[in-house]
């Protein structure tokens, strides 16, 4: 799956060849573009949004890093979640989490929020041990949660349930629309 560029004067060559790019998008009917002088934002519901760059003459295709959320709407049931140590975040059940399937691989680099004490902290997935304990990078560097809580919401945006939508809001860059939260 390539990306090819069109000035207004046809085809963008490098050599007489083409130029292009490589991109994981097999649906190009699904992504959407947000522009930002020779910045533009990609999004696409199966995957991670990308920022596609020009710089001089040379296109570059990356990842865009979200920071911190969105987060889907806080727990409502008796599920609780604790830091036992820097990096080990452990669940009191399943209920609440996917379905109250727990957490599985696709969790991964999926952000946590929850309220430690009288502050909100959030972490991101590292990697999944159980269905209900998973090591987190301490993004924060708190330490241990004082005691279970809650108070916790897991990130809206992950594995297959990307933003559909990009654009520009009063000069602030807005993702929305996964195929599970479509609005």
């Known amino acids: 799956n390539k990306l090819r560029f069109y000035t207004t004067d046809g085809l963008v060559l490098n050599g007489g060849s083409p130029v292009s790019i490589n991109t994981p ?3 190009p009917w ?3 573009l947000a522009q930002l002088n020779d910045t533009l934002f990609i999004t696409h519901p199966m995957y991670q949004p990308r920022v596609l760059t020009l710089s001089g003459t040379t296109f570059s295709l990356s990842l865009y890093e979200l920071k911190r959320g969105p ?3 806080p727990n409502i049931t ?3 979640c604790h830091i036992k140590n ?3 975040v452990k669940f009191s059940s399943t209920t609440g989490i996917n379905n109250d ?3 599985g691989v696709e969790d991964v680099d999926r952000w946590i929020r929850f309220k430690d004490g009288a502050s909100w902290r959030d972490v991101r997935i ?3 041990i159980t269905s209900t304990e998973i090591e987190v990078y301490d993004l924060d560097g708190g330490g241990p949660s004082s005691s279970p809580t809650l108070l916790w919401s897991l990130g809206a945006f992950y594995f297959e349930h990307w933003p559909s939508k990009v654009t520009f809001h009063q000069d602030r860059l807005c993702f929305g ?3 599970s939260e479509p609005n």
């Open 71 to 73: 987060y889907n709407n």
């Open 30 to 32: 699904s992504i959407d």
């Open 177 to 179: 629309g996964t195929y």
């Open 101 to 103: 399937l727990g957490f």
């Open 86 to 88: 820097s990096t080990h």
């Open 25 to 27: 998008y097999n649906d």
């Open 126 to 128: 590292k990697s999944i």
């Open 78 to 80: 008796n599920t609780t």
